[in-house]
């Protein structure tokens, strides 16, 4: 299967790689608008900030490329947040995959710090992303920005409110979490996406 990780100034996509390889699979990471759109998977991993990101994206002509491919794709973290419509996060116009804002987290009590980083569980899971995952399992976050609760919303989890763990409209699929970093429970959800047939 060619998969395709799109490339851009957001870090942290050596573990998506190794993520897939354990599947047996040998993605690309690429920012060509033809090699992503010929891919079989597209995913949209990364950690940064929302201005920059966007600012590269739409640089290299890859806010259009995303936002009409007709593949599976999968956001990870920041790429759930700028498939949203707008972030908080530097006030920036996202690429409105979903129609949905995202916000940062604001503390209400001393605990509860910002980014929230760690092992969470993610309940209410729908879509063909979650087969086989039970309810309450537990997965990793880092993030100080969230999509609250919305239509698109097939996964969710609290952290100071309650907030979309994940998201699918479509062919697009996103999660706020990383799998590639969630044990086998992630190892499922990225197979999951794998075998989606639209």
């Avoid at 897939?20 to 699979?25: E, F, V």
């Avoid at 116009?93 to 503390?107: I, M, Q, S, T």
């Avoid at 699918?168 to 979490?177: G, L, S, V």
Wanted: charged share 25%; with cysteine; glycine share 6%.
């Amino acid at each position: 299967m060619d998969v395709a990780i799109v490339k851009y100034n957001a870090g942290n996509i050596r573990s998506v790689i190794n993520g897939l390889k354990r599947l047996g699979i040998n993605p690309i990471l690429t920012d060509d608008p033809e090699t992503i759109i010929k891919s079989e998977r597209v995913l949209f991993p990364g950690q940064g900030e929302a201005r920059t990101a966007m600012e590269y994206l739409r640089e290299h002509k890859l806010d259009k490329v995303i936002k009409d491919l007709k593949q599976p794709v999968l956001g990870i973290c920041i790429g759930q947040q700028l498939l949203c419509k707008h972030s908080e996060e530097g006030d920036t116009e996202c690429l409105g995959v979903f129609d949905a804002e995202v916000k940062r987290f604001c503390p209400t009590r001393h605990e509860d710090k910002v980014p929230a980083m760690g092992w969470n569980e993610i309940t209410n899971l729908k879509s063909k992303l979650y087969i086989g995952v039970d309810e309450n399992k537990f997965v990793y976050f880092v993030h100080s920005y969230y999509v609250p609760v919305c239509e698109f919303t097939i996964a969710t989890a609290n952290y100071i409110q309650s907030y979309s763990a994940s998201l699918h409209k479509d062919n697009f699929y996103a999660c706020q979490f990383h799998p590639e970093k969630s044990g086998d429970v992630g190892e499922k959800i990225l197979k999951n996406f794998m075998d989606i047939k639209l």
